[in-house]
């Protein structure tokens, strides 16, 4: 039933016809509404629209990331290991500008760098008696080409992925087989992954994880999850090699009713990681395990008014978030929501590393202290015949807030810089105001459009922040679905400037750019089959977004799927 | 130049929506088509002082997707040569891909317009690696993605087979500059079901 609910979910998402990506986990390179800056798929700054705080979105920890995968402090959906429906696909894509004919006319010296490509096949089998078998392998060689170099001296070899050379964020590989029936999942996936992990120091960190067994396991209401990585380090440049062989999972019960009263659910569970290292690991946890023992609730008592929360502690850290919204409709036209969110904590993250070793410094990856963050938040939503309208505002008070205290740099090479200092916080209070408006249209079945715009701005003593958000942000919409078989979608956006404080010895400035999105998909709806080609990206100018990353360029990728 | 463009691609795409009919009937894969082409491969702009015009063979499948529109999948080869005068290799093998759309439009009878996406895959015959000079990434797997604008001619057909033309204008994304070729080839086809 789940399975059958989390397809369904797939195909309505599909028809409505947004931008596809790479792959899942890959939106915030080609987002706008807010501040989203890409280094590579294994590095983002994600910080969506109205949202409190100055910390990005991966960066907190919440109950939905136990099915994400943990890089280094940070939650990310990439390379994700969730199984598909069943189905067989293939996929393929380019940033593009390889020179091709040209490079018989080019001199080296004038040759453009190279552009990198991505390939990607998996099936998933029909279910047998609700046993199904699965295997995917992927990687996106995109936002790749800047970090080539500095890389390719760290492993020493151009080979180190599952295919190619062009040292990918990520290269993954898997084989899985599974039991799907009634209310019971179960399943079992085993492979290969290479990996390159960003380190608050601003060093791309190679690791081999050969291999990743996952393992999870669904009744009911209870979630269980089992992993385990061997992780190979390796440094070859400075002759360092490490590995680490960790053990990580979960146990959750998500929501369900207590006490007799349909108007309180809770829910709770625990996760946890032990690790055992030896060699130059690059990381390390403290006393080599990490447990988070957590409580979630969600309180109705009137029709329309929701209090919810959770809380979580460890032997270090706690973490409170709650939020209490009152929704109000007006016929059905008009909605008008009104809502208020604490959080409360000593780290954003309590599963992350607890340090990072470079050279001779040990980077600590929290701070003492703890931070508290307020937010009011206004929604009102208003319907005329087609026509949508949406005004949405935030403000938010912060103290505490999670920052690095950069000690100083050392240059790689030009222009490529790696910190060293702490994790700390800003102990003066952050303001935050944010606004945005949004316009919606659709014509019958054929045609839907939108305009979003909104802005955000910060005070503080304190205004060197990690990052500072862009101030404006545009996003228009419009899709089409011809003949309920043709699909072309496309998305134009503006980011105001952006700026790195702390990564880099001066400020960077990440400028403020437009930039569309493309998607052409023939829908075969009897057959299962659809064919896609989707254009990323277009019309930018080719920027780094964040220090030491990769330039964030135009891509293509065409994409085949046969649903059984 | 990227603007204009850009608005003039939506614009387009706001006529066709807007134009589109509503199918009454499902004509979806209808009919199918198994085709061999052969023809010639112009280079066309820059790249024309790289490589020399060649012959091209392929496969094509052509399916029933709207009353008035099929769908086109192609997969061939050519083999470009170099001029005498580029001593690196004699030539690149080139292997290509499309997936796209063609429509018979009433005020063009008997021609077929179409468009859609194109994939090439190119490796030089020969060449040393090491030699960093020009030409060298083709020494290696090159691919690239682009467009195609065609028009397609029937010439003859009875219930089972059809003889036509195609004429195409391939745009490849590549640096420093895009990448132009146009194809003619003359195609037989046989109605598979």
Known sequence: MRIFILFILCFISFIQASIPVETEGMEPAIRSDGTFLTASPTYYYDRPSLMAGIHSQSELWSPDFLTKRLLVDRYSVLPSWQIQEPSIWMQVGNEIGDMIYHDVLTDSDDRPMNRTP??????????????????????????????????????????????????????????????????????????????????????????????????????????????????????????????????????????????????????????????????????????????????????????????????????????????????????????????????????????????????????????????????????????????????????????????FDTTGFVEKRTDVWYRYGDVSRINSWIRGASAEMELAYQFKELFSASVRAGMERLWGEEERFEVQPSEYWLELKADWTINKTLLVSHSLHYRSDAMWNLRHPEPYEVPGDWFWNASFSQLFPKYGLSLTGTLLHVLSDEIKEVPNGNENRIRFFCNIKKTF | MKIPFFLLFILLTFISGYTAETEEKDYMFSEGYLGLEGGDAYPWGTTEDAIQPALFGQGNFTYRYWKNTYGIVQFGYAYFKTYTEFKRFPGVHQFHGRVGLEHQFSWLRPLFLGAGFSCIWARSDGGDQEDKGPGVMLTDNESEFGTFLKVRLPIWKNEKYAIGANIYWEQLWTLPEKSNMLWIGVFVQRRMW
Request: with cysteine; aromatic share 16%; net charge negative.
């Open chain 1, 118 to 403: 991505m390939l990607e096949a998996g099936f998933r089998s029909n279910s047998f008696h609700g046993f199904f078998s699965t295997a995917r392998f992927f990687q996106v060689d995109h936002f790749s080409s800047s970090t080539l170099k500095v890389n390719r001296k760290a492993t020493g070899t151009m080979e180190y992925s599952l295919f190619g050379s062009n040292l990918p964020a990520f290269s993954t590989g898997y084989v899985g087989l599974g039991y799907s029936k009634d209310q019971t999942e179960l399943s079992i996936l085993a492979g290969r992954e290479y990996l390159w992990l960003f380190g608050e120091s601003g060093r791309w960190i190679s690791a081999l994880l050969s291999p990743r067994v996952e393992s999870r396991f669904h009744y009911k209401k209870l979630d269980l999850s089992l992993i385990y990585e061997d992780v190979q380090y390796k440094d070859k440049e400075e002759q360092e090699e490490g590995t680490r062989k960790e053990w990580s999972g979960s146990l959750f019960f998500p929501f369900g009713k207590c006490c007799k009263s349909s108007k309180i659910q809770t829910g709770g569970g625990l996760a946890f990681r032990f690790v055992n290292d030896e060699g130059d690991t690059y990381f390390g946890l403290e006393n080599d395990r990490a447990f988070w023992a957590f409580l979630q609730a969600k309180y109705e008592p009137i029709k329309d008014f929701t209090v919810s929360g959770h809380a979580g502690m460890n032997e270090r850290d706690w973490l409170i978030q709650d939020s209490i919204q009152y929704s109000l409709k007006k016929g059905k036209s008009s909605h008008f929501l009104i809502g208020l969110h604490n959080l409360l904590g000593t780290r954003l993250n309590p599963m992350g590393e607890s340090y990072e070793f470079f050279n001779q410094d040990t980077i600590s990856l929290s701070a003492e202290g703890f931070l508290q963050l307020y937010q009011a938040k206004i929604d009102f939503t208003y319907e005329w015949k087609n026509v949508q309208f949406a005004l949405r505002g935030s403000g938010f008070f912060e103290k505490g807030a999670e920052t």
